[in-house]
């Protein structure tokens, strides 16, 4: 079983700001359902300087948070100026609704910037304050069984098969999928259960009633490789191999199968 508590928010007041560009389209096309519109009709691309200067970083799991109320803040924008014309048309469909509104010169491009109120930041001078926003927590409980002959396991992802090896040369050994198979739907555990506690504390959330869980599943993932060592660890013992051992991450099958040892004695 693994637990965790994982800080969300950066400690340094400048990176706790946030900014996106919303455009509506003649086809109706726009980037939020802040505009109540439905999924087919949000169309979201790649961002870049050109778009947003001076953006944040999305490092800690930070990128909604900062973001995803600049999003909300720009459709409002455009929900403003749009609220003449649709009030005029009521009935007449988004797509009409919009060509109106171009033809009628009103911007339908907006920025919406975020800067989340000013808290107590941590001071490494005075040694007070907040490094984090708030806190993301988690626990999970992993079961494993592993072939002791071939390594096998029904594991995927960092910790059982992103192995990166290099060459004497240093080139990647592993950068086709004639050397490393690519997890797929069909890796998926027989058994994956989740569940999302609700919030019957007040906990403090962000836009729509969101957490960032971004990097918290990825140390999760250590009970899988725990589990999996305490299976090896049972295999050996099997031949009188005990005591402590080294079992470096992702535990891949080839490094399972000769961490178990000769499991088959021939018999002379």
């Known amino acids: 079983m693994t637990a965790t508590k994982y800080a969300v928010g950066f400690g340094l007041p400048t990176y706790n700001q946030g900014a996106a560009l919303v455009n509506i389209y003649l086809d109706g096309t726009v980037a939020s359902r802040t505009l109540g519109l439905p999924e087919e009709k949000i169309y979201t691309w790649e961002s870049s300087t050109r778009e947003i200067p001076n953006a944040i970083v999305t490092a800690g799991s930070m990128g909604f948070d900062l973001y995803g109320p600049a999003v909300k803040i720009a459709c409002e924008t455009l ?144 009970s899988v490789i725990t589990a999996i060592k305490h299976a090896v660890g049972a295999a050996r013992a099997q031949q009188g191999q005990e005591g402590y051992f080294r079992m470096d991450s992702p535990a891949t099958v080839q490094r399972i199968a000769e961490l178990c040892g000769e499991q088959i004695h021939t018999k002379k």
Not at 105 to 115: D, E, H, L, Q
């Open 79 to 222: 929900i403003e100026r749009l609220k003449p014309v649709r009030e005029a048309m009521p009935d007449d469909p988004w797509e009409k609704q919009v060509k109106a509104a171009f033809q009628q010169r009103v911007p339908m491009s907006a920025t919406g910037y975020n800067r989340p109120p000013d808290k107590d930041h941590f001071s490494m001078a005075k040694k007070n304050g907040n490094k984090q926003d708030y806190f993301t927590y988690g626990a999970v409980c992993t079961e494993v069984e592993i072939d002791v002959l071939t390594g096998e396991n029904q594991g995927l992802g960092m910790v059982t098969s992103e192995d990166m090896r290099v060459n004497a040369e240093g080139q990647n050994m592993h950068c086709s999928p004639l050397l490393y198979k690519i997890p797929s739907v069909t890796s998926v555990p027989r058994s994956f259960n989740v569940t999302l506690v609700k919030n019957p504390y007040d906990i403090k959330t962000n836009i729509y009633s969101s957490k960032s869980v971004g990097e918290p599943p990825l140390i999760l993932s250590m």
